[in-house]
């Protein structure tokens, strides 16, 4: 069911903001520059759309404008997470009412529950809606971390069909690849180490980096997947700055003043998180014009 359509580079999309309110026509404009660029999906309200200080109006609109935008070109990954299990259900259930391919759950942050928490947590889900679900494993903002054998459950549960791994753990995607199936999605969700984690068998990637260079992404997840390591190198060395340059300050405000650089949307965020350092200007600016951007 899943498998063809969730390979290779995923932009997790900011959320404009102009005058304080979403900015649905430069979140448009982004949209189709994504599917112009080649990307091979889509994935609205995740962290670097600054979803935690989205109203839930504001998420549901965002989703749509993003469903509506793809009209089936691409496939659209909804966020949909929450550390409320019931309210995560609730996202999910108005990802699949409104068209979207899967959700993109993210393990419960701050209630810090066990891995029993988890498997029940992700298994109501499973239960309650009938949508394929990524599961978003991101302990360094959530401080719980979901095991291989936790995902190894899961993974025999029918929309339970992968994961967005953020730990940048190489040596987990192998054993995790052998312990949940040829079937089971995995989606890094680190740029950096997009290159290794290919390697280690993954699909794609879900990326910050892309919403400022999808063409670029797209070319190098396209030469990984077709097992061509020396293109997909080339990109990795191209791309590697600007990787890192997007989080030399509080994510996404190196990718918000990138993008409003190259006039696609304003650099507006929302507190708590503020416009990005001269410094990190100064890096993202360089990574940039590295790879012709600017």
Aim: charged share 20%.
């Amino acid at each position: 069911m899943s498998e063809p359509l969730f390979r290779g580079v995923f932009p997790a999309l900011v959320t404009p903001f102009r005058d304080g309110d979403v900015d649905e026509e430069a979140f448009i404009r982004l949209v189709e520059r994504q599917i112009a660029g080649g990307v091979h999906g889509l994935v609205p309200v995740g962290t670097t759309g600054e979803t935690a200080t989205l109203s839930h109006d504001e998420h549901r609109r965002v989703v749509e404008l993003c469903v509506k935008t793809a009209a089936g070109r691409v496939p659209v990954v909804a966020g949909a997470g929450s550390n409320s299990t019931e309210e995560a259900i609730e996202l999910v259930r108005h990802a699949k009412a409104i068209g979207a391919d899967a959700a993109l759950v993210v393990t419960p942050y701050y209630n810090r529950p066990s891995q029993e928490g988890l498997y029940a947590h992700y298994r109501a889900i499973n239960d309650a809606v009938q949508l394929p679900v990524l599961i978003y494993n991101v302990p360094g903002r959530t401080s719980v971390d979901i095991s291989n054998d936790t995902l190894a459950r899961l993974s025999k549960l029918p929309n339970m069909i992968g994961v967005k791994d953020a730990t940048g753990d190489l040596m987990r995607a192998s054993f995790q690849r052998l312990m949940c199936g040829e079937d089971w999605v995995m989606l890094s969700g680190d740029d950096g180490t997009g290159l290794g984690y290919m390697a280690h068998g993954g699909h794609g990637c879900i990326s910050v980096t892309a919403n400022v260079a999808p063409e670029q992404c797209s070319a190098f997840y396209n030469a990984a997947l077709s097992g061509d390591w020396a293109t997909a190198l080339y990109h990795q060395d191209q791309l590697v700055r600007l990787h890192r340059a997007l989080f030399t300050d509080a994510s996404p405000s190196p990718t918000k003043f990138a993008l409003s650089a190259l006039g696609l949307c304003a650099e507006d965020a929302r507190l708590p998180i503020v416009p990005c350092s001269e410094a990190s200007r100064a890096e993202v600016t360089a990574a940039m014009r590295e790879i012709g951007l600017l």
